[in-house]
């Protein structure tokens, strides 16, 4: 009866050992396919701003971010435009000498914004669409959530 007992208690415990290395597998597995997802996700994302802004942008993900605009840590995923027309165009526009067609080009940068914004996960993370002139300032242009336009599409 002990020898029965002595057995039955081996395999237990051998079976126990067992399962936790099919875990331990099973862990890696679901972190090797969130990283690839994840991988996948973002160039979805970079692909879709190319598409809509042309490929002559910068595009990069800022994790982790908080603003004045949104407290909560969100992931920024941020399209720099290196069109010199789109900076001539919103300075005409922040002189006051701005025509119907710098309004527009501005007005459609938004759009085109708010659409990659509306692909995001979750409602805290925002798209943010800039520009950069010769001395190194950045010019915010465009700021969307999917949810909401933090800087308003104005018609």
């Known amino acids: 009866m ?19 290395n099919n ?3 099973n862990d890696e597995t679901t972190e090797e396919s969130v990283e690839v997802t994840t991988t996948i ?3 979805d ?10 490929n002559d942008i910068r595009f990069e993900i800022n994790e982790e971010v908080s603003t004045s605009d949104i407290a909560e840590p969100h992931t920024e995923y941020r399209i720099t435009l290196t069109d010199t027309s789109i900076a001539e ?9 701005g025509t119907d067609g710098d309004l527009e080009k501005i007005r459609d940068l938004r759009e085109k914004t708010k659409e990659l914004a509306q692909d995001l996960d979750n409602n805290l993370d925002a798209v943010v669409t800039d520009y ?8 915010l242009l465009a700021y969307s959530q999917k949810n909401n ?3 308003p599409i104005v018609e």
């Open 41 to 43: 996700e973002v160039k």
């Open 45 to 54: 994302m970079e692909s879709k701003a190319k598409e809509l802004f042309g």
């Open 149 to 151: 336009d933090i800087i």
């Open 2 to 20: 002990r020898k029965t007992i002595l057995l039955l208690s081996s395999v237990f415990v051998l079976s126990a050992c067992g399962s936790s």
């Open 132 to 139: 950069i002139n010769e001395v190194d300032n950045i010019y």
């Open 89 to 97: 165009a919103n300075d005409r526009i922040d002189s006051n000498q």
């Open 23 to 25: 875990v331990a597998d």
